[in-house]
């Protein structure tokens, strides 16, 4: 099917149709064209520590088991028999020696050989070869500090050119907070559906400062780490400068640069052990990393679908398409491994009472979601794009930090997004995936 | 205790619940909050597809470890109570409209001092036009003895689902 893309989505217009969000085509095309090249986040080692543990995850619609062999060896595997698609896995978690399918037992060790075939003599010999039959597994895999990478595309450029300059932002968000690289833990999953489009859900991580009115009711009351004077975060960001920077590649993201001289700000003010960690982990982190302790982070998403929040809360968020109109979502919440236990509980406490379905900040956004999908269906809305115009041209390239920065609040990390989404659903190569022809960083760098 | 002590204090506290159950229907949170003790645990695990034999070791999360729906206390309930009530929390406005059935109460234990009471919920909650939710489970109540009446010291609440069938948890339990 040939969708009229390039009328349909327009960044440079900074208008984009509604029937990307809605209709069940682009929803097909999204899943055969994009989901199944581009990098996915698929969990953390954290979680599977030992030989033998598995995780169970999703890549776009589709169910994966993250495996850890017998040998050490990290794998992805398409979560389906190959006998006769039964869902191999159907725990969450665990550890095994092999994953023995439900319906006819055949059984896979956990490098995803087929081992067992039940009366393979005298049903199988000499047809079937088992090395031809082993689970499903993704081409490309990347761990970085700790997280799980994966990509359906055997061609996928390696994840590190992937990510470009985008990768100093979310070594912000995995990074230890005083400044050791890597060192997070996942303390804990959400995982919610919700009918909703799941690009509402990634573009307002992409930097949607402008929708802060609509979380006025978490700000008013109090619930940040600080408690009552705390809004709904610490302000740790006073002095600095707010940055939206755009990536070639698809990411998009709101961080913050701090001026050169730049002190630690009292955080979690209820708590003196806690703030007196973090003034301790602020001084490192800035003798440990110089000038690029400048960059704090707020929130991000990694094209397509992997959102972040940096600091308050902390974590990664993939929004997995569930059909055109329902995702569901999977918040997977990091903390510094060695962090004392007092800290992660207070942390923990505050991701809570954040995030997700339960929390207090994310219930607005919910809210928002659902009804901007819903009320986007119709015949005569349909008619009727969305406006991305806000702060057209109002950027600086590579200044003062790699990317293109704007120095306001704007719709350049979704206009940018969206012309790679365009680029994804036309099957361009990945010469033009990675933006080469509009990479002026990278040209930079080089 | 005898047998008719118990069955009146069975009574008194299935008064109690059912009164409670009144308020947050009746949409009067800040009644609701005075009859939360000071000390209040407010839990909700996350419940975990487990290997049969794992159930009570892994299928849900604990009380005081990691993330689940709720782990919290009086001060962030009264945070969400006060947030509903700000009118602009997009999320519960227009409030949803809420119902909360209480049923299967057994006294699990009976103290001087607290009972602690198990029974089923069944929460049915519409919201705006078209969204329904229902949430079903089973609670286990710490109630403390206070004069006449009762605080809730404990609540866990094992809602049967996994992955959250919901889009939120705007609503208290
Ligand atoms: S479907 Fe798995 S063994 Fe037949
Ligand atoms: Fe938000």
Known sequence: MTLPIDQLIDPQRGIISREIFVSPEFHKEELEKLFTRAWLFVGHVSQIPKPGDFYTSRMGEESVILCRDSRGEVHVFLNSCRHRGMKVCRYEQGNTSLFVCPYHSWSYTTDGKLQGVPLYRSLYEGVLNREEWSLVEVPRLHIYKGTVWASWDPEAPDFLTYLGGAVDHLDQVLDCRDGRPGGSEVIGVHKWVLPTNWKFAAENFLGDTYHNPSHRSVDMIGIGPSGEKGARRDNEYAKGQHVWVSFPQGHGMHSVWMPEEFGYQTTYAQYPEVDEYFRHCFEERKRRQGVKARLMPFTGNLFPNTSYHGRQPRGLCVWHPHGPTETEAWRFFLVDADAPAAVKDVLRRFYMRYSGPAGMTEQDDMENWLYATQSSMGTIARRYPFNYQASMGAYKTNDPIPGDVSMQITDQTPRNYYRVYARYLKGDGWDSLLGRDVAPMQAAAE | ?173
Not at chain 2, 22 to 43: H, I, N, S, T
Not at chain 2, 68 to 88: I, P
């Open chain 2, 1 to 173: 205790m005898s047998t008719i002590e118990r069955l009146l204090l069975k009574q008194e506290i299935e008064d109690f619940l059912y009164l409670e159950a009144d308020l947050l229907d009746g949409r009067k949170f800040r009644d609701w909050l005075d009859l939360l003790a000071e000390d209040l645990v407010y839990f909700m695990p996350i419940r975990r597809n487990v290997k049969f034999g794992q159930h009570d070791e892994k299928e849900n999360t604990r009380q005081g470890e990691g993330i689940s729906w709720f782990d919290e206390d009086k001060w962030t309930l009264t945070k969400r109570v006060e947030q509903v009530l700000t009118g602009v929390h997009y999320a519960e406005e227009p409030l949803s409209r809420v119902t909360h059935m209480v049923s299967n109460i057994r006294l699990l234990d009976v103290t001087p001092t607290e009972v602690t009471v198990g029974c089923r919920f069944l929460v049915y909650q519409n919201r705006v036009e078209y969204e329904n939710y229902t949430f079903i489970g089973r609670r286990t109540d710490v109630l403390r003895r206070n004069g006449e009446s009762w605080l809730i010291a404990k609540r866990e609440l094992i809602l049967e689902q996994n992955v959250l069938l919901a889009k939120n948890l705007s609503i208290f339990f």
